[in-house]
């Protein structure tokens, strides 16, 4: 719906409108639920005509509910609603679904929204500008001007009783003002509405908005003030020109928009390619800022912002290559920000968050090349001497010491951001970011203990005790907003690592993880065939399957994987470029043929396991250094040796055996030495029988 009753408001499309509207004095379309009485009367519209509209979308905005309690859209019944009943206070409106936000809207919000939605326009507020610096003083905590009826009210009541004598005293101050040019005060009030409409949807974006980013439950609200901000930002786009202080909020505002709609590091709407556009706009508007200023501070961060983002989302889709390039911009921004004179800690903070982002993008291909640009960016946190960012690097580092064959040091950094996210998190309980953050890193730990899946100390039941305090976060974060997509993968993501973890040590409780994974994920797929969501969907049924093998059911396990090897061929095919797509479908054959392994189709798992080591020696020729490629291929050879033994050829199986050794000897000369890798090879000298 396009809202066509404010004052600064035109048709953007030709057509039908989306809602009901009614046609009053003059041919003006209004929109009921949004209309002031002075419009449904047919009476000249005004700045107070505005307030009145403006109050019934925050109104809209704070209940759920619309001002107007309209039964049906007869003139006479709008006439009624919107001239005559009184409007509730959103705190009792609001109080039916929530009683608890009868406290919260108490107070200041009620007197700001009724005294825009007065029916006498002369007791609203004077300006749209006078209702923006309202809002702004409550989220500060300041005194707001709304208050309850007064003296003033009292009196404008005699005078209305008056009207003969009154007018008649009016009529000579009208003749004194007659003089005055039309035109002029015309083109101030213009500009001046201007101005305030561009106040307020800022205020609406970043105070508002930046109030309720964290809140559980808040998905709905900030879907609502995305869409209202944006037919703001773009009609105000269009109206920029050269003016550098309203280009510099259009680029800040679009960042902020982006990161609502599909910024995967944040709760966000889902709308992947709307937050690339969005990215697009706030880039190209920064660009050209930054051509007429090269050292514009602002300028500077909205490029480093955007193509932080940017470059996440390219990851997240599966084109690191993409991604990382749109990092290195923001690496490049970043330092030209921490180069100037007057180079602050928020400037170094932003170089800390993309030198962090960056080694995430090339972890996958350049793990040694990653942790040199950790380490950049922990010098740099020890500079900010900040709990937040100190936690975040120790993270990475933690992450790129396993990748590089340490899971001991893993675990190390991995408990050092533990310890600061947990003080951070007590610190603020109500803060769904940061409860997120301690879930991940639950999950890493949980990882590095012992999931098979992962180079760990082979302490499973430590791994369940991580993933089990992961879970518990995981719930509480998806109850408090069922509409957060990244909470419903998270969830899915925890129930998956749940259920490999559990296989060997509880198989049917590994079967109820595993369905709890699919039932969790594949609403997100119905809805779209995204990457992310499909890479956990075959994560969930390679848990799936290995749980119903390990609980008796061959069958079901063989049909179950079966279908995530066809899955991973098409998420392969889709994205044929990216590492954990071409890791995954090599696993999903590997898989396949553990399962005919464990049933002794001795032919069907050889053909499987045969496919598996052709690809891996594949992926070992252009990545020779990748410890996981190695590890897998090792695991392939382990079990073609347990197929030839399990048909007898002891000399085949012999040698299988001799080369699975041998893989992991490479491994071991690789990596740091470490205990996962001395037991991996103390294991298959015990089921080779070698010395």
Known sequence: MKLLDFGVAKVLEAGPLDGPAITSTGMMLITPEYASPEQVRGEPVSTASDVYMLGAVLFELLTGEHAHKLKDYSPAHIAEAV???????????????????????????????????????????????????????????????????????????????????????????????????????????????????RKLANTFLFSFHDKIENLQGATEAREFVVKTALEYLDSLAGEAGNDVALNQELANAYLRVAQVQGDPRRPNLGHSGAALASLA???????????????????????AAAGLQEGDMHAARGDARKGAGAQRRAVEAAE?????????????????????????????????????????????ARQLNSK???????????????????????????QQAEKLTAELSAAEPRN???????????????????????????????ALEYYRKAESLQQRLMTGDAKDVRARMDRSIGAAKLAEVLIPLNPPEAVRQARICLDNIQPLVDSTPDFRYLRIRHNCLSAFGRALAASGKPDDA?????QAVKLSESIWKGNPDDLGARAGRESALFELGEAYLAAKQWAAAETQL?????????????????????RDFANAQEDMAKVMAGRGAKSQAAAWYRSALASWEQWQALSKRSSYANAQLARL?????LP
């Not at 309202?134 to 009210?153: C, F, K, M």
């Not at 953050?437 to 430590?462: C, K, W």
């Not at 000298?685 to 029988?689: C, D, G, S, V």
Request: positive net charge; charged residues 30%; contains cysteine.
């Open 610 to 630: 045969r496919l598996s080591l052709q690809l891996l020696e594949n992926e070992r020729r252009q990545y020779p250094s990748d410890l996981y490629f190695l």
């Open 83 to 197: 001239c005559q009943t009184e409007t509730d206070r959103p705190s009792a409106v609001a109080a039916r679904a929530e009683p608890s936000l009868r406290r919260t809207l108490q107070g200041d919000l009620d007197n700001i929204v009724l005294t825009a939605l007065r029916k006498e326009r002369e007791r609203r507020y004077p300006s749209v500008e006078a209702l923006s610096e309202d809002i702004r003083r409550h989220l500060e905590g300041l005194p707001v001007s709304a208050r309850q009826d007064t003296l003033w009210y009292l009196a404008g009541k005699f005078i209305r009783r008056n009207r003969i004598w009154v007018a008649a005293a009016a009529l000579v101050l009208i003749s004194l003002l007659a003089g005055i040019s039309v035109a002029l005060v015309e083109a101030r009030r213009a500009e001046r509405r201007f101005l305030q409409v």
């Open 281 to 303: 706009k706030a880039s190209q508007i920064a660009g050209s800022l930054l051509r007429r200023n090269p050292s514009s501070r602002e300028a500077l961060r909205v490029l």
């Open 558 to 562: 063989i049909r179950t994987l079966r």
């Open 432 to 462: 769904a970011r940061l409860q997120r953050e301690l879930m991940v890193i639950y999950n890493f730990l949980g990882n590095y203990s012992g999931h098979p899946a992962y180079f760990n100390l082979g302490r499973p039941r430590d």
């Open 336 to 380: 030209q920000l921490c180069r100037r004179p007057d180079a602050g800690k928020e400037d170094l903070r932003i170089l800390n968050d993309a030198l962090l982002r960056l080694g995430d993008t090339t972890l996958d291909e350049k793990p040694a090349a990653s942790l040199a640009t950790y380490q950049r960016a922990l010098a740099v």
């Open 685 to 689: 000298r015990r089921q080779a029988a």
């Open 388 to 414: 937040p960012d100190l936690a975040k690097t120790y993270q990475r580092i933690g992450r790129v010491s396993h990748e590089l064959g340490d899971p001991e040091s893993g675990i190390r950094n991995y």
